[in-house]
């Protein structure tokens, strides 16, 4: 089972992707997969929709694919999270993750075109693990506790610039959260069904030429630990997304740096999860 949203930008309607590839429009039954949809036990209710797929119309193939999840209300991301990327980029190993937010103006869809913002000049892609919140989580026992509360994982490409990031004060917010920065999906994947998300292959690819090329073996603290350490500081709440870190190979770990630049074919795939493929086209 594998949620899909589907249709014209902030037009999108909820749907299901099947095992052989069927699409199946849900509108009629689910408004959206929104945040009440997570907390009112949404999940348990699609697998009884699932087992009935002749009752609902079929989404063409060509449609275009959004964000699996509607209006989240935090987009966290984690950084230097992977062993082999923090030693590209000269940092030493976090002693605790390292947490900044996307803003949720930056999501898209996961074929959606990469705009180069305004007076961009260094311009990076980040394959990632992301998994939603599936209820209210505050100050978490231990890690232990972690995965029931997770309603599932998904492809993530935390797209950067780098000059934004790093050069212009240090925040790292300005360098994530432009438009088109937060492709997810193609399909939100519940976390039963991937019993093997700390064991996953990331690839990115550009222009046909691997960038990336991991594991989620390399990860320095795993999904459970960091739900656990962000539930000691804040309330997340069902619909929430975290995106895990990336893996080494991105463009500013290069030698000479490998940004992006109009043109470009960014792919990024997931064991699992499936893949996105984006085309970088001008500032609009």
């Known amino acids: 089972m594998k949620l899909i949203r ?5 037009r999108e309607k909820p749907g299901l992707e099947l095992e052989d590839g069927t699409r199946l429009d849900l509108s009629d039954a689910i408004s959206d997969y929104t945040p009440d949809f997570f907390a009112c036990g949404g999940l348990e209710r699609l697998k009884a929709l699932a087992a009935a797929p002749q009752a609902f119309p079929r989404v063409p193939a060509a449609v275009r694919l959004g964000a ?23 940092n030493p190993i976090p002693h605790e993750p390292i947490l900044f937010t996307k803003y949720n103006s930056s999501i898209c869809g996961p074929a959606d075109d990469t705009v180069v913002p305004r007076g961009s000049t260094k311009l990076d892609y980040e394959v990632e693990l992301a998994f939603v919140v599936k209820d209210k989580v505050r100050y978490l026992a ?10 599932g994982f998904m492809v993530c490409n935390d797209v950067s610039e780098r000059n934004f990031q790093s050069e212009r004060g240090g925040q790292w917010v300005k360098g994530k959260s432009c438009d088109t920065f937060g492709p997810l999906g193609p399909w939100l994947v519940p976390a039963e069904d991937v019993p093997d998300f700390d064991r996953l292959d990331l690839k990115t ?16 603290f795993g999904v459970p630990h960091l739900l656990w350490y962000m539930s000691q500081f804040f309330t997340l709440e069902p619909g929430d997304i975290c995106t895990t870190g990336t ?3 991105v463009a500013h770990g ?7 630049k109009p043109g470009d074919l960014v792919e990024l795939t997931i064991a699992r999860l499936g893949a996105q493929r984006h085309k970088v086209v001008p500032p609009r």
């Open 254 to 260: 290069m030698k000479p740096p490998g940004f992006l």
């Open 205 to 220: 690819l550009v222009n046909g030429q691997v960038r990336q090329s991991s594991n989620t073996r390399d990860m320095i």
């Open 6 to 10: 589907f249709g014209e930008p902030d």
């Open 142 to 151: 231990s890690e232990r506790d972690a995965l029931a509360h997770i309603a």
């Open 247 to 249: 893996p080494e190979g």
């Open 68 to 90: 699996p999840v509607a209006r989240p209300g935090k987009f966290i991301a984690i950084g230097l999270n992977y062993r082999r990327h923090a030693a590209e980029t000269g």
